[in-house]
């Protein structure tokens, strides 16, 4: 099955610092979506992107279809940004899943 | 528009006991998925169900089990509680019938078993 793989996986910051989070994934899928997962549990939705890139605030995102990877910046973190984020691949209407990057934004 | 509710909250049960975790997807959805995560893990995907069918399941034992009601709202049942089964259980909802879906989630069960 499809492999997805996240680096790196643990990313130690300051407040006002820029960041990029990597997504590899080992065949073509249909979709790619990125979430961050809040310290209470809660996976919001970042990005919905098969391929090209989207911008939504401080974060934006970039999905290289044929080269199999997928990119997150998120730029001027803030403490608000710490979390675990994960990369997930639409495989035959699953999400397959990376094990996460953990981001600490210190202030 | 309301997003993905999920019932209880919290749900502490001990070993051997039953759970049932409650899902209600948003308005217009109707597949819903079952992940569990385990503390400080990834999510592992249990079910699928659309349309009131299982559509697949994870690799999990048959005591994990579940529903999907007319209206979409679904529940999973978990039988025989073991303590590894102390998770938070995430609950997703997209459509169906459109390759690479996008799905939302809901705010998560925690369930402890003691």
């Known amino acids: 099955g499809i492999q997805v793989e996240q680096s790196p996986p643990d990313l130690i910051l300051q407040e006002g610092a820029n960041s990029t989070l990597r997504c590899n994934f080992s065949?073509?899928?249909?979709?790619l979506q990125w979430f961050h997962q809040n310290p209470w549990g809660q996976l919001i939705n970042l990005f919905y992107?098969?391929?090209?890139?989207k911008q939504n605030g401080r974060l934006s995102a970039t999905t290289v279809a044929t080269e199999r990877y997928s990119l997150l910046y998120i730029s001027s973190s803030q403490t608000t940004d710490s979390g675990v984020y994960f990369c997930?691949?639409?495989?035959?209407?699953?999400?397959?899943w990376g094990a996460g990057t953990k981001l600490i934004i210190k202030p | 528009e309301a997003g993905v509710t999920q019932s209880p909250t919290h749900l502490i049960k001990t070993r051997g006991q039953q759970a049932t975790l409650r899902c209600s997807p948003i308005?217009?959805?109707?597949?819903v998925y079952w992940y569990q995560q385990a503390l400080g893990l990834g999510l592992q995907f249990l079910l699928w169900y659309d349309e009131g069918e299982e559509r697949n399941r994870g690799n999990f034992p048959p005591r994990f089990s579940g529903r999907q009601f007319p209206n979409y709202s679904s529940e999973l049942n978990v039988n025989a509680l073991e303590l590894e089964d102390s998770a938070l259980y995430l609950c997703?909802?997209?459509?169906?019938?459109?390759?690479?879906?996008?799905?939302?989630f809901g705010p998560g069960t925690r369930l402890t078993v003691l």
């Open positions: 997930a691949v639409d495989s035959n209407y699953q999400l397959i």
């Open positions: 308005s217009g959805h109707t597949s």
């Open positions: 065949d073509s899928v249909n979709n």
């Open positions: 992107i098969p391929s090209g890139t």
């Open positions: 997703a909802s997209s459509w169906y019938g459109l390759a690479g879906v996008e799905q939302f």
